[in-house]
């Protein structure tokens, strides 16, 4: 299914994301971003710095606080609940 738009808050993402460096936040942002077209992503560390275009030990400093955003094997609240509600329009 094709999702052209993204809904981003950005009072919530600003509020949410203020002790992330600005290669977390990159990385962060294209983990969001991947989730929304698949509408989920991988359980694969090296697929997942892929995704962020990090180096494996780019992504090894980073994961700790980009998966305190996500819970069960990369799931993400706000998503699922927007896929949600775009599913039902």
Known sequence: MSRPWFPFYVGDYLRDTGN???LEH??????????WQHA????DEEELATICR?????????RPRLSR?????????????ELAK???L
């Open 26 to 35: 990159g990385a962060y942002l294209l983990l969001i971003l991947h989730y």
């Open 20 to 22: 992330l460096g600005a």
């Open 69 to 81: 955003f996500f819970y069960d094997g990369w799931k993400h609240r706000r998503i699922e609940k």
């Open 54 to 62: 990090l180096t494996m030990p780019q992504w090894e400093k980073a």
């Open 86 to 88: 775009f599913a039902g």
């Open 40 to 43: 989920d992503l991988p359980d």
